[in-house]
């Protein structure tokens, strides 16, 4: 997945796009494709995953312990204080 979303990102640039928000999974796999872009004079911005060794312009993430405290406390009250419920984070291969 991240060869693609690098050769997207290469893509991107040779299309000569006004910028360009990528969710980094496997940052140094990405890094050059956003450092090219970068150089190109495009601005990249990642999101939720990010690629901290690139040249990339910024980084917007979430609280993931907030978020998840939050998704909890709506759970407990749909299920109206009682049930069992389940959260899991992440996804396979995304750093923790």
Request: avoid cysteine; aromatic fraction near 6%.
């Amino acid at each position: 997945m991240a060869a693609l979303e690098a050769r997207t990102i290469d893509q991107l640039v040779a299309r000569n796009v006004a910028g360009i928000a990528v969710t980094a999974a496997e940052a140094e796999a990405l890094t050059p494709s956003i450092d090219r872009a970068i150089a190109a004079g495009i601005p990249v911005i990642t999101f939720d995953s990010d690629a901290p060794k690139s040249k990339r312009l910024a980084f917007v993430g979430t609280n993931n312990y907030n978020a998840g405290f939050t998704a909890g406390q709506a759970m407990a009250e749909w299920l109206g204080g009682k049930g069992e419920i389940a959260q899991i984070e992440g996804f396979p291969g995304h750093p923790a």
